[in-house]
């Protein structure tokens, strides 16, 4: 689980009691369960490293690239052993950190290419994407379905793996 976004407000005690009574301030307020939500985030940090793996995100950017290389070159021999069309390749690519504080910021990751003999990758993105609870969403490159194991879990990768099974 994530931990919530948060703006809070720091300073002078005069202007903190002035923000107070402003007609926005009830609009802005948290409640107990957002306010335990980040406690419980911000104790994760404190713990450093061991805390971080438990904010998914955190534990998801900083995750070895040759652990990223082991999954990816595992998950390409599992798609090429389907005897289904599909066919896998490892390459080097870039994971987007996201937007907000880090819209620019590029990770290094390990890509698994993935095309079909017969079915162009934008059917095999439409089918992953609609016919899959929760969707499955994918990148295409060059006439490729790309998938970045940085953003899967090591537990959805057999869900994943299935999905692909079925095209």
Request: aromatic share 2%; proline share 4%.
């Amino acid at each position: 689980m994530e931990g919530p976004q948060a703006g809070i407000i720091a300073g002078k005690k005069e202007l903190i009691e002035k923000l107070k009574k402003h007609q926005l301030a009830r609009v802005v307020r948290v409640d107990k369960m957002t306010l335990a939500a980040l406690e419980g985030t911000l104790m994760d940090y404190l713990k450093g490293v061991q805390g971080l793996s438990n904010i998914p995100t955190l534990r998801d950017l900083l995750v070895p690239l040759d652990e990223l290389r082991a999954r990816a070159d595992l998950f390409a021999r599992d798609i090429n052993s389907l005897e289904s069309g599909l066919k896998a390749v490892v390459s080097e690519g870039t994971s987007q950190v996201g937007g907000g504080t880090m819209p620019d910021v590029q990770l290094p990751t390990y890509l698994v290419s993935i095309s079909h003999r017969d079915v162009s990758a934008e059917h095999i993105a439409r089918k992953l994407r609609t016919e899959h609870s929760p969707a499955i969403v994918v990148r295409i490159q060059k006439e490729e379905v790309n998938v970045d194991l940085r953003t899967v879990t090591e537990e959805e990768e057999i869900s994943l793996l299935n999905a692909f099974k079925q095209i």
